[in-house]
């Protein structure tokens, strides 16, 4: 079973940066994407970024211009988050697929597309 483990969640300041990190284990043969969601206290999860196999990024609006998704190799997958305010707290979540595309359109591909999950780490911005 694929394992999907985050880290560099913490808590920061307004303006400051954090950069999450994803390890995947256990990955099926063939191609396998991995994107970021994230979850805010009452609300529903949402896409922030995806990466394609092939390097190709795909943002959300609210991730454009200040989020970065990035991958070291097949089984390492960062976010690079710059400029942070409060609307970003949440839980982010790494996210995987069976399949060499995690974007569409250049936006993150839905929730219902992944089948793995990791267990999330807490991304928390105060003013």
């Known amino acids: 079973q694929v394992q999907l483990v985050e880290s560099g969640g913490g808590s920061v300041l307004a303006g400051r940066s954090l950069r999450l990190s994803c390890e995947a284990s256990?990955?099926?043969?063939?191609?396998?994407?991995m994107a970021w969601f994230r979850q805010a206290p009452g609300k529903e999860r949402e896409a922030v970024a995806g990466?394609?196999?092939?390097?190709?990024p795909s943002y959300a609006e609210s991730a454009k211009g200040r989020f970065n998704i990035s991958q070291e190799n097949a089984n390492i997958m960062y976010l690079q988050m710059n400029s942070l305010i409060p609307e970003d707290t949440a839980t982010y979540y790494c996210?995987?697929?069976?399949?060499?595309?995690?974007?569409?359109?250049?936006?993150?591909?839905?929730?219902?597309?992944?089948?793995?999950w990791g267990q999330g780490t807490q991304v928390t911005v105060s003013s």
């Open positions: 996210a995987g697929r069976q399949g060499w595309l995690c974007g569409e359109n250049g936006r993150p591909r839905p929730q219902s597309h992944y089948r793995y």
């Open positions: 256990r990955l099926p043969t063939g191609n396998f994407c």
């Open positions: 990466i394609d196999t092939d390097g190709r």
